[in-house]
């Protein structure tokens, strides 16, 4: 007897075509796609890069780092979590993805020349997230060719500035270098100088001004010429050999308009114990009580204004009409509505790291008891021009 034939469905495999689907369909789709797989469909085609362009979200910043040896960095907030980490690499190996926790994510993948893969890739989310070049950092490891490439390519972006320009760097000769070779306009320039020592070099030359802030980690006293010279806004200077005598030197200078007319604030941690008799050494100043004169001051930045409440402080004049308010850590405050002080009818020494007084940041707006410091926070000086 035979036996009918059984007809068995196969299910037939169809082709999925997601550049045909309906824009509103489409979105819906992307909207669940993470920065990695839109950066990875943007550059399917023309197509491709304009659909990823009509659905991406603002981020909040887009930047360059000379770290590892390149990696582009597309941050949507300023927590660690926010960021993902573009990571070309000369390693030949497997595409990588990893979303830790929501707190480590980077894309790295094979390319043959990670440096020329990142500028690409910085290019591509550039276009498609509609973004500008937030920060560049650049380190010597990398070499000068790379890193005046790099400078050139900033300085040909058709924005008319970015946010930090960060140089990490072992002789100020080539610090000299890239100072004098940047055009653009930079908000915060941070400056980490690794031990550098040179023997004396031709003045730094710039044609104007291009940066509001600068920071800077591990001045030596032979480098001091770096505060003077650029004219900054604001000043950050952590991890100095500045002394108690050069700042003397330096408030001097600015009382009578030889140097950083431009200055408004400075936060300076010098190599010894904040001594403010020998800082104010030979200059008239006035002591404002704390328990009954506040002020404020506000710094103008790339992402909006800062305030910060002064409680007391100790003022000098200015040639040019502008008072200058010196305040060790017992004076500047986040909150105007911050604890006030008992006055203190002679100047601080601040010579004594085990005085209680020594030992703890006073009591802020919201905080049941004052945080522990170290003793560096006796190293901090503060100088507040309006």
């Not at 490891?141 to 790379?146: A, E, H, M, T």
């Not at 500035?161 to 004098?180: G, V």
């Not at 200078?253 to 950083?260: D, E, F, P, V």
């Not at 604030?265 to 002591?287: C, H, M, P, W, Y």
Request: net charge negative.
């Amino acid at each position: 007897m035979t036996r009918s034939p059984v007809l068995v469905d196969i299910p037939v495999k169809h082709s999925f075509f997601i550049l045909k689907l309906p824009l509103l369909v489409f979105s819906e789709i992307a909207k669940q796609w993470n920065p990695f797989e839109l950066y990875h469909f943007s550059i399917l085609s023309k197509r491709a890069t304009s659909l990823a362009r009509s659905i991406s979200k603002k981020p909040f910043s887009l930047s360059l780092i000379d770290w590892a040896p390149f990696e582009v960095w597309l941050e949507f907030g300023t927590k660690d979590s926010d960021r993902w980490m573009f990571r070309p690499t000369s390693i030949q190996s497997e595409d990588e993805y990893l979303i830790e926790k929501q707190i480590h994510r980077y894309f790295r993948f094979y390319a043959a020349n990670p440096f020329e893969k990142s500028v690409e890739v910085l290019e591509q989310l550039m276009d498609i997230f509609n973004t500008p070049l937030y920060r560049l950092s650049l380190r010597s490891k990398s070499g000068q060719n790379v890193v005046d490439y790099l400078l050139r390519y900033a300085n040909d972006l058709p924005q008319e500035s970015y946010q930090t320009l960060h140089l990490s760097w072992s002789k100020m000769e080539d610090i000299h270098h890239l100072l004098e070779n940047n055009k653009k306009r930079v908000d915060t320039l941070s400056v980490e100088i690794c031990n550098a020592e040179e023997p004396k070099l031709n003045p730094l030359s710039l044609s104007r001004q291009l940066y509001n802030k600068l920071r800077i980690s591990n001045l030596r006293i032979e480098n001091s010429y770096l505060l003077t010279t650029l004219d900054v806004i604001e000043v950050e200077l952590y991890n100095s050999e500045l002394s108690n005598q050069y700042l003397n030197s330096f408030l001097k200078n600015l009382i009578t308009g030889k140097s950083n007319p431009r200055l408004k604030k400075a936060f300076i941690r010098t190599q010894d114990v904040v001594n403010l008799r020998e800082i104010l050494d030979g200059i008239s100043f006035v002591k404002r009580d704390p328990r009954t004169t506040k002020r404020s001051i506000g710094i103008e930045y790339f992402l909006g204004k800062e305030l910060s409440w002064i409680f007391g402080g100790y003022d000098i004049q200015l040639s040019d009409g502008r008072t200058a308010t010196l305040q060790w850590h017992k004076f500047l405050r986040k909150s105007e509505n911050s604890t006030k002080y008992e006055d203190v009818n002679e100047m601080e020494d601040n010579v004594d790291p085990e005085a209680d007084e020594n030992q703890y940041h006073e009591v802020e707006d919201g905080e049941d008891e004052g945080r522990f410091t170290c003793r560096t926070y006796l190293k901090s000086l503060t100088i507040s021009i309006w």
